[in-house]
């Protein structure tokens, strides 16, 4: 029997992130019949990871989810050590050195491109840039966004991109009562925006939105929604993928696009109009974007997997600003493995290099997977994860170190400014504080400076 998780040896685990899939972890951890020593790294002061930053500040709710994350910050043997940049401040073999176990639960930040000409373009975002900003994620918190335009163009049909064209299709009234920052609801209550086109390279049966979200875009109360029938003509392929058991999302989404098409125009309210089976080739205009190309495609393939093939048609649209939201990648850490498809390589979430695991290294959540799952999903892959863990626990080598003291001494040295769950409570409370000035659930402080100093301050 292992001595690793007795009173006399705790054993230590390091979590790198601190998204869902990392406080799942913890609390799927603490679950276990063992002495279990949780330090959990993150690279921002603040916890939560898309929860905080991602979550449109409009879906409220979701965020409820924090109360549990809260919990399982509060175990006696869980420490957050935020403001750490893992694989820059502290090194993963150094985590190795402390630690019985790492479990990287980084997520899967990079936004992807659509590599096509004119992306560089004034005016030309991604949902990431868009997302980060109106949530006060700090790397994202100086970007420019220009809404003076009349026409709005989205590509990728998911629900990132639901959030997106719901943000611009919302009034300041309804967003001022939101946790969105300052700075954006000022940009957004200024917007110009009149239509906002959403566009998808595949059908409304491939569509990746769900149901509850694409209801919500006939729901709004500045905006009313448009769909092209011609759009919901399906091929034979399309409609066998509608017949399983499975695909009652697919059945739903279409139920509710169909009622779309019969919404009359009304000129007072802003227009939400999806577009399918068209690719975007190139975004035109001199500095700023102006217009954008598809060509039109035909569905190919067998059901379940079409693809599209381009029809050599093309059409112009004009618009002033243009997103992508085509889905994120993880990024490369130093000193872990990494796989073409964008995440690290696994097995059940034991990492694996040339095909073997390594011994105490573990992975979850967006990285562990890809981007792909809501926030429950990540509780699922977690206990996965443990569970490799838990059956590796017998012939895992203890650390060489095992001391958080150890840890702390070693950032400290790096003059790197830790963040405790202490301190991270004096941040949210402080947020908490100025929101209810203004009526908001909090207001967001944005600044990695700032939110130190608060946390800092007696
Ligand atoms: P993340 O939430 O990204 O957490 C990863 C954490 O790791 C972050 O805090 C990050 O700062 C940290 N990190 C990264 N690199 C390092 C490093 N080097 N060192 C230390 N820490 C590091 N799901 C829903 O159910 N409902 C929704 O409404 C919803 N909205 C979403 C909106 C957007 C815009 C996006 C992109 C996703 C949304 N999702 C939603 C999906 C949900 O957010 C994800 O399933 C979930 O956040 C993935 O969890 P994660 O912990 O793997 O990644
Ligand atoms: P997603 O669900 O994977 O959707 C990505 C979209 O981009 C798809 O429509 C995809 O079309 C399209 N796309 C990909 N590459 C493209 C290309 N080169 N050209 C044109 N279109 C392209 O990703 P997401 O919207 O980023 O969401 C990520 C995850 O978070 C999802 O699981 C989502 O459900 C979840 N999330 C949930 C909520 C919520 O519950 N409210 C909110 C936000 C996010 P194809 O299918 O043709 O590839």
Redesign the pocket.
């Known amino acids: 029997m292992s001595i690793l998780g007795t009173d006399q040896r705790p054993l230590r685990v390091a979590i790198v992130g601190a998204g869902p899939a990392g406080f799942y972890v913890a609390e799927v951890l603490f679950k276990h019949d063992l002495n279990i020593k949780v330090d959990m790294f993150e690279k921002l002061p603040a916890p939560f990871g898309l929860v905080r930053y ?3 500040p409009d ?1 409220e709710k ?1 965020k409820n989810v924090i109360k549990i994350y809260e919990k399982t910050a509060s175990h006696p043997q869980f420490s957050f050590f935020g403001h750490v940049n893992v694989g820059v401040d502290i090194s993963v073999l150094e985590l190795r050195r402390f630690y019985d176990a790492t479990i990287f639960c980084y997520g899967a930040e990079l936004d ?1 491109h ?2 096509i000409e004119g992306e560089g373009l004034k005016g030309s975002h991604t ?1 990431t840039e868009f997302v980060g900003w109106y949530n006060g994620h700090p790397r994202f918190r100086d970007q420019v966004f220009d809404l003076q335009c009349e026409a709005a163009v989205v ?9 997106v064209a719901r943000i611009l299709c919302s009034t300041a009234d309804e967003l001022s009562k939101t946790d969105i920052c300052q700075h954006a609801l000022d940009v957004l209550a200024k917007s110009r925006i009149k239509e906002v086109h959403v ?4 059908g409304p049966v ?5 149901p ?2 694409i209801r919500e875009m006939g729901q709004l109360s500045n905006a009313y929604p448009v769909v092209d029938p011609k759009d919901l003509e399906l091929n034979q392929a399309s409609l066998l993928e509608l017949e399983g058991a499975a695909d009652a999302v697919r059945k739903k989404n279409l139920e509710i696009l169909r009622s779309f098409t019969n919404v009359p125009p009304n000129s007072s309210r802003r227009k939400f109009v999806l577009h399918f089976k068209r ?2 080739v190139q975004i035109i205009g001199k500095n700023q974007v102006e217009k954008v190309k598809f060509e039109i495609n035909e569905l190919t393939g067998e059901p379940h997997q079409q ?2 093939k381009g029809t050599g048609q093309f059409e112009d649209i004009e618009c002033g600003v243009f997103f ?5 990648a993880g990024v490369p850490m130093q000193g872990l493995p990494f796989s073409p498809k964008g995440i690290v390589p696994n097995d059940h979430g034991r990492i694996l290099a040339d095909g073997k695991a390594i011994q105490g290294s573990y992975v979850s959540g967006w990285i562990q997977h890809g ?5 429950g ?1 990540n509780k699922i892959v977690a206990e996965e994860t443990v569970g490799s863990l838990m059956k590796d626990l017998a012939q895992l080598a203890p650390c060489e170190a095992p001391s958080t003291e150890e840890v702390v001494k070693l950032l400290k040295s790096r003059s790197i400014e830790l963040i405790t769950f202490i301190d991270w409570k004096k941040i949210d409370a402080y947020e908490i504080m100025i929101g209810l000035r203004c009526g908001k659930p909090r207001e967001k402080i944005t600044r990695v400076s700032q939110m130190i100093f608060i946390a800092r301050d007696p």
Do not use: C, W
């Open positions: 991602g979550v449109a879906h979701i992807k659509l590599g949902a590509v990728g049909q998911g629900n990132v991109a639901m959030d566009y998808g390279r595949r491939q569509a990746a939105f769900t509850l979200e690719s975007p693809s599209v992508t939201s085509i889905g994120y981007a792909s799952g809501v926030i999903t």
